[in-house]
């Protein structure tokens, strides 16, 4: 069962003042992760364009988008992958889509240390998409700015200094940016994919999701599962493993997952994932209660309390579930 309570996924303004940004966002966190931001700063015309160039895109035929495929990405993990070709849970997932990430140029020393997902991104080049580089880079450094306020404000919902995350993770962060589209119709027979996207939580710290109109975003809470609709001008956003980790599970990250598209139009969303650097060694936070061993109610029994190494090291053993074929170039 399925709950339609808005409600449960609060909506918060970044322009109030700061204390009560932080204590909201605190009860959110501790409640089930989730929380919608408005009154953030981001440019509603760059939001605009940037939905508009990826209608255009996902528009193009299947041959002409294959052009930019993950493939041809090499170990920067960037590039177009057709409808199925991203997995949750073992399971395909319906929708299709274009990873990208911090433009880095080869004469970056991550890029030049072949520091995995690092690197240059494969971006569309088509006569009807005019200005879509811009636009993405753009995007991108805004949701940047968002990522680091937005971390700023959990901080001192934790009663840490604001630059707590800044000075021990996220300085550089590890950017993430993704671009999704589902298609509105019936799975084809032969596919098991019963879901845009199957149950999940994200790896790093925070993820920063807009959506269009259509929605289909469900939340998975301690009442079951709620929806998390549209609302015109907001980031959704939600904590993930790291933030899980680092505060004892204080902060959990949520499940989630996206329903099968069956509005009758293409759904777009678009998630940018705020993370700590690469090479960070993503440790708990001083003072607050050690967490217990909780894989077993966790939707895929692991227990990111558990693990040991940097976040480089968490994220690859993630990225080589999600897309199989490409393991090794990236590992």
Not at 270 to 287: C, S
Request: proline share 8%.
């Amino acid at each position: 069962m399925v709950l339609s309570l808005q409600q449960h996924v609060p909506v918060i303004d970044l322009a109030s003042p700061e204390p009560e940004v932080a204590r909201k966002i605190g009860e959110a966190c501790r409640a089930h992760g989730f929380f919608y931001v408005v009154g953030h700063g981001v440019d509603e015309a760059l939001m605009d364009r940037l939905e508009d160039l990826s209608r255009r895109f996902f528009s193009l035929d299947e041959p002409t988008k294959l052009q930019w495929r993950m493939a041809l990405g090499g170990r920067a993990w960037r590039g177009y992958f057709p409808l199925g070709g991203e997995l949750t849970s073992g399971r395909p997932d319906w929708k299709e889509g274009l990873y990208l990430g911090e433009e880095l140029g080869d004469g970056d020393l991550r890029v030049q240390a072949r520091m995995p997902v690092h690197g240059r991104n494969l971006f569309p080049e088509h006569a009807t998409l005019a200005g879509f580089r811009e636009t993405l880079l753009a995007t991108m450094a805004a949701l940047t700015g968002l990522g680091h306020r937005v971390m700023r404000a959990i901080a001192q919902s934790l009663a840490l200094p604001p630059g707590y995350f800044a000075e021990r993770c996220t300085a550089d962060p590890l950017i993430l940016f993704r671009l999704f589209n589902y298609p509105t119709r019936p799975v084809p027979a032969g596919t098991d994919a019963q879901w845009g996207v199957g149950e999940h939580t994200d790896y790093g710290l925070l993820t920063l999701l807009r959506q269009d109109d259509v929605g289909g975003l469900q939340v998975k809470t301690r009442e079951g599962w709620i929806e998390a609709p549209p609302l015109p001008h907001s980031f959704v956003c939600n904590i993930g493993d790291m933030l899980d980790r680092m505060t004892g599970g204080l902060y959990r990250s949520t499940p989630h997952r996206v329903r099968l598209n069956t509005s009758g139009r293409d759904r777009l969303s678009f998630p940018f994932f705020f993370d700590p650097a690469f090479d960070a060694r993503v440790q708990p936070i001083e003072g607050l209660p050690p967490a217990g061993d909780d894989s077993a109610t966790r939707w895929d029994r692991a227990n990111p309390h558990a693990f040991d190494g940097t976040y480089g090291d968490y994220l690859l053993g993630k990225v080589g579930k999600v897309f199989p074929q490409l393991r090794d170039q990236v590992l």
